[in-house]
Each structure stands twice: as structure tokens, then as C-alpha cells.
């Protein structure tokens, strides 16, 4: 596979997550735990039959279970808070503030031997952040409400969550991209009897409402995994990196057009604000 297809089929899952706030909004009123549980089975049994018909069983064998461990909590870690951010907060403006991780990727990979932070990590650390902020207190307007607070608060550590896992993962080694059916399914297998143990039962309702959880477990929560796999270990993952700072802003555009979130100059100030703070940081990135 040539590095310029790799780049492309992991700029697929830039595409897919663009999707997840629509989704996820769609699956409603279906728990974190139990929408975890039930997209990760889709996804993970997918992967495994995907790994069946390419001989690639025999690798997962060579897998040390530490990565297995790893991976598992990272995945089961920021979908649960993910799911919970939207179902305690607007879509959009969770969304937004979950989609910091871009940028935190770069502010962490400092703390990697071999790297640095430049001036420009900073101020576009500053200026994301205050997009963020401007989605909190609602740019000063009516529309701030305190009981949001939770919803924001767990937007802000599935961001934490995601960036630490795709830092850290540079330092496990190299995992073959079917270890991540083995993620899935263990993050499905956890999911299950928490749900069952802290949840109320409650299925996707009707039919728009199991399309987009299994449209979930099809592509945000299940494809996009396996493609950026592909992208970030055989394609440019400088230019993957940079890609997905769009993820925020196609997300947002996404929930506008379908309704579900209402143009602002609020929200439009901050999408930009989080997506030029994080390209400011990705331009000090490429200067090293």
C-alpha cells in the first residue's frame, strides 16, 4: 500500500467522527453504557470477521495483553464520557468542546522524547480553549444554563481521554490493525453488564432510532477505528493530524444543517476559534 492511499483511507475516519454528534444525538434516549455496549458489537464483530477472511488471526495471538488492556480503556473510556457529554449537554457545543483533542494531541506529544512546544502550541492552546469557553458562558447571552455543567465538564475529559490514549499509544509499540476488533469487543464485553448494573433499559426507539445506532457501530464507532489505524501507521500522520482539526467544524455544520442545533454567532465564533487554534498549533508542529 502506497503512503498517499494510506493517508487517504485513514482521512475516512476524519469523515466518519464528523457523524458521531448526529448519531449519537439520533440514538436518543439509549444510556452511554448500553449505546456503547451495543455499537462496539456491531463494530468489534465486524472487525473480527473482516480479520477471519484476511488470515489475520494468527497475529492477535503475538499481542501482548497489556496493549489489549490499553486499548480497551482508552476506547471504552471516551465513548462512555462522549455519550453521557451529549446526553447531559447540547450536541453542538459538547461536541465542540470533545473535539479539543486535536490540540491536546499536540500540546501532549511535547511531553514525547524528541519534541518540543513552540510559541504558536501555546496561543493556539489559548485560542481554542477560549472557544471553548465562549461555548460555556454562552458569549455572555441568555442562553447559558448552569445545568449544563455536567455535560461540559465530561466533554472536556473524553478530550483528555482521547489525547492521552494517542500520545501514550506511541509508547506500546506497534499493534496490527486487527487488534482493534479485539478493543471493541472487550469494550463491548465491559459495557454489557455495567449497563445491566447502573442503567435503566431503555432500546433505540423506532426506526431512525436503531438506523443511527447501528450507523454508529457501522462508521464513527466501528469503520473509522480500523481506517486510522491504516492512516496514522502506514500514511502522513502530520497530515492526518492536521485533518482532523476539521472534525469539530464539519461536526457542527453537520448538526445545522440537519436542525438539531441552531446557527449562531455564538456557536459559529467558537468553531472557528477551536479549529484556528488548533491549525496555529498543527503550523508550530510542522516548523520542527
Not at 439509549?30 to 488470515?55: D, H, K, M, S, V
Not at 496493549?67 to 461536541?95: I, N, Q
Not at 447571552?141 to 461540559?152: D, H, K, V
Request: one cysteine or more; proline letters at 5%; charged letters at 5%.
Amino acid at each position: 500500500m502506497t503512503r498517499i492511499r494510506a493517508t487517504a483511507i485513514g482521512f475516512v475516519a476524519v469523515l466518519l467522527w464528523a457523524l458521531l454528534a448526529l448519531l449519537t444525538v439520533g440514538s436518543s434516549p439509549t444510556p452511554p453504557l448500553l449505546l456503547n455496549a451495543i455499537c462496539f458489537t456491531i463494530g468489534g464483530t465486524l472487525g473480527l470477521i473482516w480479520t477471519a477472511a484476511t488470515g489475520g488471526l494468527g497475529q492477535l495471538r503475538g499481542v501482548r495483553w497489556q496493549v489489549y488492556v490499553f486499548g480497551t480503556l482508552g476506547l471504552f473510556g471516551y465513548h462512555a464520557l462522549y455519550f453521557s457529554a451529549l446526553r447531559l449537554a447540547p450536541a453542538a457545543e459538547a461536541g465542540l468542546i470533545a473535539y479539543l483533542w486535536p490540540l491536546l494531541i499536540v500540546l501532549f506529544s511535547g511531553l514525547l522524547p524528541g519534541e518540543q512546544l513552540r510559541r504558536d502550541h501555546f496561543l493556539g492552546a489559548l485560542v481554542a480553549f477560549a472557544g471553548a469557553a465562549l461555548i460555556i458562558t454562552g458569549g455572555g447571552g441568555p442562553g447559558f444554563s448552569t445545568a449544563y455543567l455536567p455535560g461540559y465538564g465530561l466533554a472536556l475529559l473524553c478530550a483528555l481521554t482521547w489525547s492521552g490514549y494517542s500520545v501514550l499509544s506511541r509508547r506500546i509499540g506497534d499493534a496490527p490493525t486487527s487488534s482493534v476488533a479485539v478493543f471493541c469487543l472487550a469494550t463491548a464485553a465491559a459495557s454489557w453488564p455495567l449497563h445491566f448494573a447502573f442503567e435503566i433499559t431503555s432500546w433505540p426507539q423506532g426506526a431512525i432510532g436503531w438506523a443511527a445506532t447501528i450507523g454508529l457501530g457501522l462508521g464513527p464507532v466501528g469503520l473509522a477505528f480500523f481506517v486510522w489505524d491504516i492512516g496514522v501507521k502506514r500514511g502522513d500522520i502530520q497530515l492526518l493530524g492536521t485533518s482532523s482539526y476539521a472534525a469539530p467544524l464539519l461536526s457542527t455544520l453537520v448538526l445545522v444543517l440537519t436542525g438539531i442545533a441552531a446557527p449562531s454567532w455564538t456557536l459559529g465564533l467558537a468553531a472557528i476559534l477551536i479549529t484556528g487554534g488548533a491549525l496555529l498549533a498543527a503550523r508550530a508542529s510542522f516548523a520542527n
